[in-house]
């Protein structure tokens, strides 16, 4: 049997080419089992691993989507019969394993969590691993005494997947949220999600004066890193925390360490790709319950198999609004 995949191939130039293809199930890789793809999204790394050069992909050809939601076809492992729904992040998947933009993907059973009630998949990748992100960040900062009524939370970043997450369960769990944008144009939207104050990217782009600035934010989730990160660690409250999620602005941190030893200020990094078993079922349950589905239906853009190449180009861009669900069966 034969299905339908995005696959990246590379020539012997190093060029690489992205097409929608056939692909049997016997090429596909070793795993205890296998799923009906039905929806997946695009994230960053997926625009890496499509773009020219291939960015993190490890071996050729390669079908990438960092994540995925389906329903059980067969399976070695007892944890999962067929017609169980099912939801993956992380493991490498769609970076050396592949991953799910193809009807069809195999993995080992590890690396699965069961769908939680009352989420569908096409749900689940409207969160996929952007919001899965958020959610283990906004988990992390309660872990580190932040409660509602603290003060504004800001988030950087919020008009992308991980953000407009972000600031949607920030604002549903009574936080007043702060938004970061560069795009006057998303404005409206972010408000929509919950946020109670636009802080545009100019404002936090200029580079650290002093170290120290007037304590603003009692959190953050910073979705972009480098120079905006730096600035706002000398913004901080006393005794608060930043959930540093990702390094669109850079790996760099041209920071002092004086935020952290004069106002004592936490800098937590958030990695969404070895989490725990009971970690994950933890945040995909808390997703459930926590994220409102209206505000999860406002950041949906839907997108086919076809559109992967151009959405792909469009991410690495900083044009993608919200959340880009891939139904993999249109």
């Not at 992390?140 to 509602?148: F, G, S």
Request: net charge negative.
């Amino acid at each position: 049997m034969s299905f339908n995949a995005l696959l990246v191939t590379k020539n012997d130039e190093g060029k690489t080419h992205a097409a929608v293809t056939q692909i049997a199930e016997d090429q596909l890789p070793e795993g205890d089992v296998t799923v009906a793809v039905e929806y997946s999204t695009v994230n960053y790394k997926d625009g890496l691993c499509i773009g020219p050069g291939g960015g993190l992909v490890r071996n050729y050809p390669h079908v990438p989507g960092i994540d995925f939601a389906g329903t059980v076809e067969a399976s070695d492992d007892t944890r999962y019969k067929p017609g169980d729904k099912v939801v993956l992040t992380g493991w490498r998947v769609g970076e050396v394993h592949w991953g799910g933009y193809a009807q069809k993907a195999r993995v080992k059973a590890d690396w699965l969590v069961p769908l939680p009630d009352g989420l569908s998949t096409r749900q689940a990748m409207a969160v996929g691993t952007a919001g899965f992100t958020a959610m283990l960040a906004v988990m992390a900062l309660e872990e580190h005494r932040l409660r509602p009524g603290d003060g504004p939370v800001l988030v950087t970043g919020a008009a992308g997947g991980v953000g407009s997450v972000a600031v949607a369960l920030l604002a549903a769990l009574g936080h007043e949220v702060a938004a970061v944008t560069g795009r006057p144009e998303t404005e409206s939207y972010l408000r929509d999600l919950g946020a109670s104050q636009i802080v545009p990217r100019e404002m936090l782009n200029e580079t650290v004066k002093r170290p120290l600035e007037s304590e603003l934010w009692a959190g953050c989730i910073d979705a972009v890193g480098g120079a905006m990160l730096a600035r706002v660690l000398g913004q901080m409250k006393y005794r608060t925390s930043v959930a540093a999620v990702g390094l669109a602005g850079g790996a760099a941190l041209p920071a002092t360490v004086i935020p952290f030893l004069l106002r004592g200020v936490n800098l937590l990094g958030i990695d969404s790709v070895l989490q725990p078993y009971d970690n994950r079922l933890r945040a995909w349950e808390r997703i459930a319950r926590d994220l409102p589905m209206d505000k999860l239906e406002a950041m949906i853009q839907p997108a086919t198999l076809a559109d992967l190449p151009q959405l792909g180009a469009d991410i690495l861009k900083g044009q993608v609004k919200g959340r880009v669900v891939v139904d993999v069966n249109t």
